[in-house]
């Protein structure tokens, strides 16, 4: 019984824990009681029940229109159907405006609404898995949307983990649970959990589980997989509870029969949905860009009906006033302004063509056009699984010919996540390499002849190994080889399953591993099965068991694994594992020769791509593991720096070995990957590897893929474990990138370099040379920080690659939105696992791999295929020809419209501004739809032809072409060009008219001209007839004054 360490905040938990009072507040800390379902409703935890789907019946419909009313040209059309419905301003039917629209509405909602059926069947297939859950005394079948926290559930081999629960017993000797993570963290591998020593004695007692009344304060809901803080009460005692202690939704169990567990998160509150990002309405920059036309369109549109109104209104006060009484109203207008003002909203339904609603019809046809080119594409076909290339959203198409960043799961998607042993260096000699008969080293071909292991009945027939001589040295009895052997059989974590007579089959949590064991396997050490005392190994046809001792962990720090041993006969001897630079620090002194040979062929390994790893042993009297281990003991049970303790201890031990050799493993990518990516590369696309794997094995697939080569100027690693040493190591990597250049060493000019990158300012061109950022999961968590967002995102994009290890499904997203946010660049993300899903769903497009680890992630994507490689003609050519295509149609398809509605615009100018058409409706819709129906003939048949394929795939570096459209409204040029365009347009229009009214007038023109000459000469006769009257009365009055002077 073990009485663990309590956190400060927790002891007045303990206190009130059999307080049933729940608060409204949000979680601070998690309470649950085992068996006990009136306790926990207290608290209103979420049950097991899950929702991905977007909308029920209810909310369909006002969710539904609410999304489709976003988009602007909706929203404007439903304003000029509620216009078309009043008499006294629209000259055409509501008809014409309602069919369409409705007919748009419809064919969306009818869209959306099956893609959320789908969800709505994923949601309640899972809701609806069966689990045995204690109740009453006895195990019931539940379904899992019924479990709650506090139930205890039993769970059995190859089996889903319903909900985030506590391990309390298993089957396995000491509490041991294995299980497999890949929904999680996208690894294959097992993992081996343990229950408490005190609850593992429950076993598979049902009354004395029914009777367990444990309580659990912890850490409420987070997205974190790796960290779990709790305590458990029970019995009047205390035990710390961590991860190990935890088997978390998504898992599935393995190689256990069966384990009971505590429900402490269920449902939304599990690891597993809280890492799991929100459905988001996607939309491409064309559509971005098609609602900023439709605004200017629309002010276009209010400027001319302004312009038609005041003309209307001047034209009704001087002329239409004499012919109101002809007109057939109920009510005649009196005035003029009054007029106008209706005028202007008939002239806003009568130009609304500018924007017509068929563009988003016509668009949508463009896109499920080319979503179908892409399916039917035979080069993106895989046909050892048989599958085809799919498009999943066919909205996104253009955006594809778009892309800036790409975001990229390692594991099945990049490499076929199969490692094989390749070659090995063994006390000073090679091995692997094929000789001719005059001793030149030859290349492997399908005519060259493998290793014979037909003497091994356990062997596995897919191991390929073409060095005869290693063999020939296991079968002279050559002692360093059997050792090094001996050493990949012992020092592991594999688990043996032996399904049938014959048939091994290792479970692996680490690819590496498998390898190993597999080669010593097949050359004649056959691990055969472990318990947590013991390691059976069969070594050339005979049995030996080696007690084990004990178990020195891999970690990053340490970068080795090592195991004690103790053979039948009594020796011990410590196995050792590990990177090539720290076990060569701890060789005895007698081993430089050996080392500087070793060393040697390392490079020639590493120089191939392959993943390497150095051998040591070191035998040791029982005397000198008696006082290891008791250090080892009281390093395990200090409370304060367990760790570093336990690191010290390791240290003390592994020193002074022996170089046994080293081993070089292949990691096999997929087919066309480094093609790919420089490919990519060449059209200034940036690549991320965001992996759950650890940094060795994320690096040297880096090297494998030529993302990471020996070249670069430097490549950056960022492992610290605080804000503070996170911050340090960005800044020393942004000194560097910025130190090499010899214009910015000066400080000041430095510090105005940097002023211009937080204004934005894209940094690339100042930088030379080629740089690489390898960042760790722990280290990015601090570098999301809102206060070192900056400066991570800042030193990446000035780097030429960017791989981020041990990186949760959470931390993938984060990172997208990062860039999202801080590049305003069009993002793709690509993966293979129920991992990747939140970074699929917050990149701009996600696609999936129909790979190793399932569907999830195809299911939550915008398009799918089987290999990486299908990503640069997914991008180069179809996404290329998308944008072209589109961009090309749209200036066409506006031209088209401004040519119609001009013509009602000038038409108004002849007809007093009185709002009629020129041409009939119908004989308009016919003309229209030949337009569109024709010029998407046109695109897709003739230009198909033009802009072929292969001269995007020959020539990928001229392939940039990055926001044409989406940038063009904000330069200068564009609006200067529009406007010496319309002027140029409209100028001889004016000046051909007044021309020929003066030089060739028609008759009517003669007649309005002679009006008004007579209406300009009838003021003057008036005006000289007063003055020739006022003229004469001066005259009379002077007369008049002249003879009364006389008198």
């Given at each position: 019984?073990?009485?663990?360490?309590?956190?400060?905040?927790?002891?007045?938990?303990?206190?009130?824990?059999?307080?049933?009072?729940?608060?409204?507040?949000?979680?601070?800390?998690?309470?649950?009681?085992?068996?006990?379902?009136?306790?926990?409703?207290?608290?209103?935890?979420?049950?097991?029940?899950?929702?991905?789907?977007?909308y029920?019946?209810?909310t369909?419909?006002?969710?539904?229109?609410?999304?489709?009313?976003?988009?602007?040209a909706?929203?404007?059309?439903l304003?000029?159907?509620?216009?078309?419905?009043?008499?006294?301003?629209?000259?055409?039917?509501w008809?014409?405006?309602?069919?369409?629209?409705?007919?748009?509405?419809?064919i969306?909602?009818?869209?959306?609404?099956?893609?959320?059926c789908?969800?709505?069947?994923?949601?309640?297939?899972?809701?609806?898995?069966?689990?045995?859950?204690?109740?009453?005394?006895?195990?019931?079948?539940?379904?899992?949307?019924?479990?709650?926290?506090?139930?205890?559930?039993?769970?059995?081999?190859?089996?889903?983990?319903?909900?985030?629960?506590?391990?309390?017993?298993?089957?396995?000797?000491?509490?041991?649970?294995?299980?497999?993570?890949?929904?999680?963290?996208g690894?294959?591998?097992?993992?081996?959990?343990?229950?408490?020593?005190?609850?593992?004695?429950?076993?598979?007692?049902i009354r004395?589980?029914?009777?367990?009344?444990?309580?659990?304060?912890?850490?409420?809901?987070?997205?974190?997989?790796?960290?779990?803080?709790g305590?458990?009460?029970?019995?009047?005692?205390?035990?710390s509870l961590?991860?190990?202690?935890?088997?978390?939704?998504?898992?599935?169990?393995?190689?256990?029969?069966?384990?009971?567990?505590?429900?402490?998160f269920?449902?939304?509150?599990?690891?597993?949905?809280?890492?799991?990002g929100?459905?988001?309405?996607?939309?491409?920059?064309?559509?971005?860009?098609?609602?900023?036309?439709?605004?200017?369109?629309?002010?276009?549109?209010?400027?001319?009906?302004?312009?038609?109104?005041?003309?209307?209104?001047?034209?009704?006060?001087?002329?239409?006033?004499?012919?109101?009484?002809?007109?057939?109203?109920?009510?005649?207008?009196?005035?003029?302004?009054?007029?106008?003002?209706?005028?202007?909203?008939?002239?806003?339904?009568?130009?609304?063509?500018?924007?017509?609603?068929?563009l988003?019809?016509?668009v949508?046809?463009?896109?499920?056009?080319?979503?179908?080119?892409?399916?039917?594409?035979?080069?993106?076909?895989?046909?050892?699984?048989?599958?085809?290339?799919?498009?999943?959203?066919?909205?996104?198409n253009?955006?594809?010919?778009?892309?800036?960043?790409?975001?990229?799961?390692?594991?099945?998607?990049?490499?076929?996540?199969?490692?094989?042993?390749?070659?090995?260096?063994?006390?000073?000699?090679?091995?692997?390499?094929?000789?001719?008969?005059?001793?030149?080293?030859?290349?492997?071909?399908?005519?060259?002849?493998?290793?014979d292991?037909?003497?091994?009945?356990?062997?596995?027939?897919?191991?390929?190994?073409?060095?005869?001589?290693?063999?020939?040295?296991?079968?002279?009895?050559?002692?360093?080889?059997?050792?090094?052997?001996?050493?990949?059989?012992?020092?592991?974590?594999?688990?043996?399953?032996?399904?049938?007579?014959?048939?091994?089959?290792?479970?692996?949590?680490?690819?590496?591993?498998?390898?190993?064991?597999?080669?010593?396997?097949?050359?004649?050490?056959?691990?055969?099965?472990?318990?947590?005392?013991?390691?059976?190994?069969?070594?050339?046809?005979?049995l030996?068991?080696?007690?084990?001792?004990a178990?020195?962990?891999?970690?990053?720090?340490?970068?080795?694994?090592?195991?004690?041993?103790?053979?039948?006969?009594?020796?011990?001897?410590?196995?050792?594992?590990?990177?090539?630079?720290?076990?060569?620090?701890?060789?005895?002194?007698?081993n430089?020769?050996?080392?500087?040979?070793?060393?040697?062929?390392?490079?020639?390994?590493?120089?191939?791509?392959?993943?390497?790893?150095?051998?040591?042993?070191?035998?040791?009297?029982?005397e000198?593991f008696?006082?290891?281990?008791?250090?080892?003991?009281?390093?395990?049970?200090?409370?304060?720096?367990?760790?570093?303790?336990?690191?010290?201890?390791?240290?003390?031990?592994?020193?002074?070995?022996?170089?046994l050799?080293?081993?070089?493993?292949?990691?096999?990518?997929?087919?066309?990957?480094?093609?790919?990516?420089?490919?990519?590369?060449?059209?200034?696309?940036?690549?991320?590897?965001?992996?759950?794997?650890?940094?060795?094995?994320?690096?040297?697939?880096?090297?494998?893929?030529?993302?990471?080569?020996?070249?670069?100027?430097e490549?950056?690693?960022?492992?610290?474990?605080?804000?503070?040493?996170?911050?340090?190591?960005?800044?020393?990597?942004?000194?560097?990138?910025?130190?090499?250049?010899?214009?910015?060493?000066?400080?000041?000019?430095?510090?105005?370099?940097?002023?211009?990158?937080?204004?934005?300012s894209?940094?690339?061109?100042?930088?030379?040379?080629?740089?690489?950022?390898?960042?760790?999961?722990?280290?990015?968590?601090?570098?999301?920080?809102?206060?070192?967002?900056?400066?991570?995102?800042?030193?990446?994009?000035?780097?030429?690659?960017?791989?981020?290890?041990?990186?949760?499904?959470?931390?993938?997203?984060?990172?997208?939105?990062?860039?999202?946010?801080?590049?305003?660049?069009?993002t793709?993300?690509?993966?293979?696992?129920?991992?990747?899903?939140?970074?699929?769903?917050?990149a701009?497009?996600?696609?999936?791999?129909?790979?190793?680890?399932?569907?999830?992630?195809?299911?939550?994507?915008?398009?799918?295929?089987?290999?990486?490689?299908?990503?640069?003609?997914?991008?180069?050519?179809?996404?290329?020809?998308?944008?072209?295509?589109?961009?090309?149609?749209?200036?066409?398809f506006?031209?088209?419209?401004?040519?119609?509605?001009?013509?009602?615009?000038w038409?108004?100018?002849?007809?007093?501004?009185?709002?009629?058409?020129?041409?009939?409706?119908?004989?308009?819709?016919?003309?229209?739809?030949?337009?569109?129906?024709?010029?998407?003939?046109?695109?897709?048949?003739?230009l198909?032809?033009?802009?072929?394929?292969?001269?995007?795939?020959?020539?990928?570096?001229?392939?940039?072409?990055?926001?044409?459209?989406?940038?063009?409204?904000?330069?200068?040029?564009?609006?200067?060009v529009?406007?010496?365009t319309?002027?140029?347009?409209?100028?001889?229009?004016?000046?051909?008219?007044?021309?020929?009214?003066?030089?060739?007038?028609?008759?009517?023109?003669q007649?309005?001209?002679?009006?008004?000459?007579?209406r300009?000469?009838?003021?003057?006769?008036?005006?000289?007839?007063?003055?020739?009257?006022?003229?004469?009365?001066?005259?009379?009055?002077?007369?008049?004054?002249?003879a009364?002077?006389?008198?």
């Amino acid at each position: 019984m073990c009485k663990c360490w309590l956190p400060s905040k927790w002891y007045h938990l303990s206190a009130v824990m059999n307080d049933d009072e729940g608060d409204g507040h949000q979680e601070e800390e998690r309470r649950v009681k085992a068996n006990d379902p009136e306790h926990n409703e207290k608290f209103q935890y979420a049950n097991n029940r899950i929702k991905t789907s977007k909308y029920n019946i209810l909310t369909f419909l006002p969710v539904n229109l609410f999304e489709q009313f976003q988009r602007v040209a909706n929203a404007y059309f439903l304003s000029l159907l509620i216009l078309q419905l009043i008499p006294e301003i629209s000259s055409l039917s509501w008809f014409t405006t309602i069919v369409p629209l409705m007919m748009v509405f419809t064919i969306t909602a009818v869209k959306d609404a099956t893609d959320d059926c789908f969800r709505h069947k994923s949601d309640n297939q899972v809701n609806n898995r069966q689990a045995e859950v204690l109740i009453g005394g006895r195990l019931q079948n539940e379904k899992w949307m019924n479990v709650r926290p506090g139930d205890v559930i039993k769970l059995e081999n190859n089996t889903f983990v319903a909900a985030d629960v506590l391990l309390l017993s298993s089957s396995e000797p000491h509490g041991l649970c294995y299980i497999e993570t890949a929904e999680l963290d996208g690894e294959t591998n097992l993992k081996v959990h343990q229950a408490l020593p005190d609850t593992s004695e429950l076993g598979a007692d049902i009354r004395r589980l029914a009777e367990f009344d444990g309580v659990v304060v912890c850490e409420p809901p987070n997205n974190k997989l790796d960290t779990f803080t709790g305590v458990l009460f029970w019995k009047d005692n205390r035990y710390s509870l961590n991860n190990e202690k935890m088997l978390l939704r998504g898992c599935v169990l393995r190689n256990t029969e069966w384990c009971f567990g505590m429900v402490i998160f269920a449902g939304p509150d599990t690891k597993l949905m809280q890492n799991s990002g929100r459905t988001k309405f996607k939309r491409t920059s064309i559509d971005r860009l098609m609602n900023t036309l439709v605004l200017w369109i629309f002010g276009f549109l209010v400027c001319m009906g302004i312009i038609l109104a005041v003309g209307n209104s001047i034209w009704e006060h001087q002329v239409g006033a004499h012919f109101r009484i002809y007109l057939y109203w109920n009510e005649v207008v009196n005035s003029s302004v009054f007029s106008g003002f209706l005028t202007f909203w008939s002239y806003i339904i009568i130009l609304n063509s500018v924007v017509p609603i068929s563009l988003y019809v016509s668009v949508e046809v463009i896109r499920l056009g080319h979503s179908y080119f892409i399916n039917w594409d035979r080069k993106m076909y895989y046909p050892k699984k048989d599958t085809p290339a799919e498009v999943r959203t066919t909205t996104l198409n253009e955006e594809l010919g778009q892309i800036e960043y790409i975001f990229s799961d390692k594991t099945g998607t990049i490499t076929q996540n199969i490692m094989t042993f390749n070659k090995c260096s063994i006390n000073g000699k090679a091995y692997g390499d094929v000789y001719d008969d005059f001793g030149r080293k030859t290349g492997i071909n399908e005519k060259t002849v493998p290793v014979d292991f037909s003497f091994n009945p356990l062997a596995d027939r897919k191991f390929q190994f073409y060095d005869h001589s290693l063999i020939e040295s296991i079968k002279l009895g050559d002692a360093m080889v059997h050792e090094f052997f001996r050493l990949l059989s012992l020092c592991h974590t594999v688990m043996p399953e032996e399904k049938n007579a014959g048939e091994l089959i290792y479970q692996v949590q680490s690819p590496d591993e498998g390898a190993l064991v597999t080669a010593a396997r097949n050359f004649g050490f056959i691990f055969k099965s472990r318990t947590p005392e013991t390691i059976t190994v069969e070594e050339m046809g005979k049995l030996v068991t080696y007690q084990l001792l004990a178990i020195l962990d891999f970690n990053n720090i340490r970068k080795r694994m090592s195991v004690i041993v103790q053979s039948p006969d009594g020796q011990i001897k410590l196995y050792c594992k590990g990177a090539d630079t720290i076990l060569f620090e701890r060789l005895h002194p007698s081993n430089e020769e050996l080392m500087s040979l070793t060393s040697d062929h390392l490079e020639e390994f590493a120089g191939e791509g392959l993943r390497t790893l150095a051998l040591a042993y070191k035998n040791l009297t029982e005397e000198h593991f008696k006082e290891w281990f008791k250090i080892l003991q009281e390093a395990n049970t200090s409370l304060d720096s367990r760790n570093e303790y336990l690191a010290a201890a390791y240290e003390e031990i592994e020193k002074d070995m022996m170089l046994l050799g080293a081993t070089a493993i292949e990691d096999k990518l997929q087919e066309g990957v480094t093609e790919t990516i420089a490919s990519l590369s060449l059209a200034n696309i940036k690549i991320w590897v965001l992996t759950g794997d650890k940094q060795e094995t994320a690096m040297n697939i880096g090297y494998s893929c030529h993302m990471l080569t020996d070249t670069m100027n430097e490549i950056f690693v960022v492992a610290g474990h605080t804000v503070k040493e996170v911050r340090e190591e960005l800044r020393k990597a942004k000194e560097h990138l910025f130190g090499q250049n010899k214009d910015l060493s000066n400080g000041h000019v430095f510090c105005e370099k940097m002023q211009e990158s937080k204004q934005g300012s894209v940094l690339e061109e100042t930088v030379t040379g080629d740089y690489a950022l390898v960042i760790n999961g722990h280290s990015l968590a601090h570098a999301l920080e809102a206060d070192l967002e900056n400066e991570f995102v800042e030193v990446a994009c000035l780097c030429k690659t960017v791989i981020c290890c041990r990186v949760t499904p959470l931390q993938k997203a984060q990172v997208v939105e990062l860039v999202k946010k801080h590049r305003k660049a069009v993002t793709l993300a690509i993966g293979d696992g129920a991992n990747d899903i939140s970074m699929i769903k917050s990149a701009h497009i996600g696609i999936g791999i129909s790979g190793e680890e399932g569907m999830q992630a195809v299911l939550a994507s915008d398009y799918s295929f089987a290999q990486f490689r299908y990503l640069k003609r997914l991008l180069l050519v179809h996404g290329r020809w998308s944008y072209f295509r589109m961009c090309k149609f749209l200036c066409y398809f506006f031209y088209k419209n401004f040519a119609f509605t001009l013509v009602h615009f000038w038409f108004g100018f002849f007809c007093g501004f009185s709002a009629q058409i020129v041409l009939d409706t119908s004989y308009w819709t016919a003309i229209n739809r030949f337009f569109i129906l024709g010029s998407i003939a046109v695109y897709f048949a003739i230009l198909f032809a033009m802009h072929s394929d292969g001269i995007f795939v020959i020539f990928p570096n001229h392939f940039p072409f990055v926001g044409n459209s989406r940038n063009s409204l904000g330069q200068i040029s564009v609006w200067l060009v529009i406007l010496l365009t319309t002027v140029i347009s409209v100028m001889p229009v004016i000046t051909f008219r007044f021309l020929k009214e003066d030089l060739n007038p028609t008759q009517t023109d003669q007649v309005r001209k002679l009006q008004k000459v007579r209406r300009k000469q009838k003021p003057l006769q008036n005006y000289m007839r007063r003055v020739y009257r006022t003229q004469e009365d001066l005259h009379m009055l002077f007369l008049i004054k002249r003879a009364l002077g006389n008198l």
